[in-house]
């Protein structure tokens, strides 16, 4: 703050541009890539480096994840009737993958992996 000549107190905001956090970031990215039908896309959880002891894993002992985040869903498949078929999964969900099958994207420098609601394996509770 500061005083002008007639003595009132002035505050100047500045306008930084605040920082984006992660479900702002999260939600840009489904606005940029809509799934069709029923395809999810989903961002793969990195696997802990560290165990409950503190101790370093060198990334050569790192278990293969196929947990996931899901990020953005389409509406679902359609049945032999037109009938819309919703996923079983929602956005926020923490899911298990398969070990194949699912596209990479790469989108903002951070790796994306699409694949079809039924290829899902499961959702944690």
């Keep these: 703050s500061t005083r002008s000549a007639s003595g009132i107190n002035l505050r100047f905001h500045s306008h930084k541009k605040k920082k984006e956090t992660r479900s702002e970031k999260m939600s840009g990215i489904a606005r940029r890539l809509i799934p069709l039908a029923d395809r999810v896309l989903v961002k793969k959880v990195l696997p802990q480096t560290k165990t409950a002891g503190g101790i370093l894993l060198p990334e ?16 679902g498949a359609k049945d032999s009737e037109g009938k819309l078929i919703p996923l079983e999964v929602a956005v926020g969900d923490k899911v298990l993958l398969p070990d194949y099958g699912a596209t990479m994207i790469k989108l903002d420098d951070d790796e994306y992996h699409l694949l079809r609601g039924s290829d899902i394996l499961g959702k944690f509770a």
């Design 60 to 75: 050569s002992n790192l278990p293969k994840m196929n947990e996931a985040e899901v990020i953005a869903c389409g509406p």
